[in-house]
């Protein structure tokens, strides 16, 4: 195996990387959610302009238009939460499927609501539908990881051109 990131399914721990990274994408997240709505606007903007650069959107015309501000502000905290769920995916590799799998959506579910929360007491609106994209996020980098396990394991298996699907 090599040192760095454990195995899925073997009881090496994880790197301090993947912590680090954790903690990363958990400050950026909540730190976001600190601040106040005229900044989170601005810092919004500047986001919605880089997009608009490299995404042009098609409108029901089927002219091209520029993606709107909602549309943008979702889908990034979608992405936040795609890449944590990622990364929790990967710090739980030692444990269960089946454990792995709900302690992902548990961790994944108590931050969008402490995300939601923080939001509250900052002036901010606070929305459940926020909370459901942001744990559709947390879904998604943990199918995502998944995905890549199972492609990883299927190289390692060899030659045969069939996926293995043992138990780990």
């Keep these: 195996m090599k040192k760095g990131l454990a195995q899925e399914g073997s009881q090496a721990p994880c790197t301090k990387w993947v912590w680090a990274l954790l903690a990363a994408v958990l400050l950026f997240i909540w730190g976001n959610s600190l601040l106040p709505p005229s900044w989170s606007w601005r810092v919004s903007g500047v986001v919605q302009e880089a997009v608009e650069q490299v995404l042009p959107v098609e409108q029901a015309d089927g002219q091209l238009g520029k993606p709107r501000g909602f549309t943008v502000r979702k889908l990034a905290h979608m992405s936040e939460f795609a890449l944590l769920g990622a990364l929790l995916a990967l710090l ?10 709900a302690l992902i959506l ?13 939001q509250k007491f900052t002036g901010r609106t606070s929305s459940v539908l926020d909370v459901w994209l942001d744990f559709s996020g947390v879904v998604l980098g943990l199918f995502l990881a998944r995905l890549l396990f199972f492609l990883r394991r299927r190289r390692q298996d060899g030659s045969s051109g069939r996926p293995s699907f043992r138990e780990s």
């Design 92 to 101: 739980t590799c030692a444990h269960s499927r089946r454990d792995r799998v």
């Design 106 to 118: 548990l961790l994944g579910l108590l931050a969008a609501l402490i995300d939601e929360t923080i």
